[in-house]
């Protein structure tokens, strides 16, 4: 009888015992009895028979994790603060044959049959694309580093490179995965690399079906599917000879996970190339201040169409007649407009003009968001919604009246001012499911829609050529944020919404801002912005000079959280390397009837940092590493 130390996938249980007849591999994916069900588990290691009864694994799967795979798991459970079966379950195991894992295998007998068995080499759909000299040089520069940042202004012809790269990887017999922050790219980007490279290339993210996902993973087994493309689950899936990854769009804080495990997709992505003797490519307009300051840039430095972009600022909060008058024109031009909000919802908040009260979601401290078109109100947090409410709770005062201008707004006034402009609404609340994104996507790329009105999803890299007018509302509330990125933030916001328009004709851009000076000294020099922006970090002792941890305390009960945190802060004052920023309340002191405090700490170096955070009891605390939300 062999015993066997396993771990239940998906789950933050301890590490258990079980025994089995035959010997199993390390990594191997097996059935266990657990409580009063069946459990998929992992093999971690094989141990001496214990003292006390074990149980007997039920069945064991043609299912395997490589070494490699088990490896960046360890590093992500110990770095992001997850169990190792928290991190495990971000990948997909390998197929290894009819059951290859009951017998005892040798690293050289794992490393065989997960090994690449598909097509042979050179065979792609279609030519590469024309490099212009200046892309060549790029391409060039970048074939000889293992990594690098490929720094490029919008329209600069990033994808090009992207996919003459991945070109050289199949000539190579070598696979590629291509990263972007949000599924809302994939619909455009897959056709762009399906006219290269047919159906060897696959998108994935996690909309797709169950059957989808088997059709994928059954092509990337035989051979068929060479590249995958998607959102940061994407990183994760069993590719075989892995040669290149590609993370566009490095700066946007998609890539960061908000739940165990809060991993970062772009950094592990850069340690997995590191594993995997992969190329890591990053790629930005924008680049992360972390990103420019530890990696080597290559930079294309001009549009691949140059076309001239006028900038005109304006002031105010609401859709003013400059913006409405703006729209009408490109409208009657039968060109394509872009309008930016930072606000998503009808109208973000419902606040009482006689108190100054916000009306708050009554388990969340947050202001609940008033959807206008389904008729109620609704806790972006905890998801609580109610009825429209229009007396105040706090002095009884009527009406109440609305904050920031949301989507839904915004559409209103502009369909109402307009006539006959057709509005596609572009915002989470609206883009729901993979067929909706499509559709929107396809009525606006077909010139069905006249105007993409949106937020964040808008500055995500959507590339189409008859977008003439970029409007940019709300930076000044993006500027306010309590970030020390918040400036970062709002010059990239600027940069990459502005760069939506303009790509192959004449454009305009209205930013609507209180701080026009600030944007106008670097419209024309986003690396003068990074520059500027380092020097401040650095004096201000902010990433990346330094490293942050902020630890998350939630409790229903208000006097346990308070004494979970003072407890931590006081172990952690142990640790002279390591500085208490803050603690106290969150800035959303309550969610889903939960009390929830925080501790930002900061320290030079990491690996103390680290040592303290490992020091305390992380059984009723949430530790986020390198943490890019504050709120």
């Known amino acids: 009888m062999y015993y066997y130390e396993i771990a239940l996938l998906k789950s933050s249980a301890p590490h258990l015992t079980y025994h089995f007849s035959t010997k199993l591999h390390y990594g191997t994916v097996v059935s266990v009895p657990f409580k009063t069900t069946t459990k998929d588990a992992i093999v971690i290691q094989e141990v001496e028979k214990p003292l006390f009864e074990t149980t007997q694994i039920v069945s064991v799967s043609d299912k395997c994790y490589s070494k490699e795979q088990m490896e960046i798991a360890k590093f992500i459970s110990e770095y992001y603060f997850s169990s190792f079966s928290e991190a495990i379950s971000l990948f997909l195991p390998y197929t290894v044959g009819a059951n290859p894992c009951v017998r005892p295998l040798d690293e050289k007998e794992i490393q065989i049959s997960l090994s690449f068995h598909g097509k042979g080499k050179g065979q792609t759909h279609g030519s590469a694309p024309t490099l212009s000299t200046i892309q060549q040089q790029a391409y060039r520069q970048l074939l000889a580093k293992d990594k690098a940042l490929l720094f490029g202004v919008t329209g600069s012809g990033k994808t090009e490179i992207f996919i003459t790269l991945m070109a050289k990887m199949l000539e190579e017999g070598k696979t590629s995965i291509f990263l972007m922050p949000e599924i809302s790219l994939t619909p455009q980007m897959e056709k762009r690399l399906k006219v290269y490279f047919g159906e060897r290339v696959a998108m994935w993210h996690s909309k797709l079906t169950k059957k989808k996902k088997e059709s994928i993973l059954a092509g990337i087994e035989e051979g068929s599917v060479r590249i995958i493309a998607g959102a940061r689950s994407a990183l994760f899936v069993p590719l075989k000879e892995l040669g290149l990854i590609v993370v566009d769009e490095e700066h946007d804080d998609s890539y960061k996970a908000q739940t165990r495990p809060r991993y ?368």
């Open 264 to 631: 970062h997709a772009r950094d592990v992505a850069v340690l997995m190339g590191q594993k995997l003797g992969a190329k890591v490519l990053l790629a930005s307009a924008t680049p992360s201040m972390s990103s420019y300051h530890k990696y080597e840039v290559v930079k294309l430095q001009k549009p691949y169409v140059q076309t001239q972009k006028k900038y005109h600022f304006i002031t105010g909060n609401t859709i003013d007649k400059s913006i409405l008058n703006a729209l009408y024109k490109s409208y009657h031009r039968k060109e394509q407009s872009l309008l930016f909000l930072p606000t998503r919802g009808n109208f973000k908040y419902l606040y009482c003009q006689n108190c100054g009260k916000t009306h708050l979601c009554p388990y969340c401290s947050v202001g609940m968001a008033l959807h206008r078109k389904r008729r109620h109100l609704k806790c972006h947090y905890c998801n609580f919604t109610e009825a429209i409410v229009d007396t105040c709770t706090q002095c009884g005062h009527t009406p109440l009246t609305s904050e920031r201008m949301g989507t839904q707004e915004a559409i209103e006034v502009i369909g109402t001012a307009i006539e006959g402009i057709q509005i596609e609404q572009f915002d989470k609340d609206s883009i729901t499911t993979a067929k909706k994104l499509k559709e929107a996507l396809k009525r606006f790329e077909s010139g069905e829609s006249d105007v993409l009105l949106g937020t964040q999803m808008l500055s995500k890299g959507h590339d189409y050529a008859n977008i003439t007018l970029s409007v940019i509302m709300g930076l000044d509330h993006i500027l306010g944020l309590a970030d020390y990125r918040a400036r970062e933030r709002a010059m990239s916001l600027l940069f990459q919404i502005a760069g939506r328009s303009g790509r192959a004709l004449a454009a305009e851009v209205i930013v609507q801002t209180g701080d026009a000076e600030f944007f106008k000294n670097y419209l024309e020099d986003y690396e003068l912005f990074i520059k500027d922006e380092l020097a401040f970090l650095e004096m201000a002792d902010y990433p990346p000079f330094v490293s942050l941890a902020r630890i998350l305390i939630a409790h229903k009960d208000e006097s346990k959280a308070s004494k979970i945190t003072l407890d931590t802060v006081t172990k952690l004052k142990a640790f002279k390397e390591i500085e208490i920023v803050g603690h106290g309340k969150a800035p959303v002191e309550r969610i889903a009837n939960k009390f929830r405090f925080q501790i930002l700490l900061r320290a030079k170096n990491r690996v103390p940092l680290l040592k303290a955070l490992h020091s305390v009891d992380c059984r009723e605390i949430e530790i986020d590493m390198d943490p890019v939300e504050f709120s």
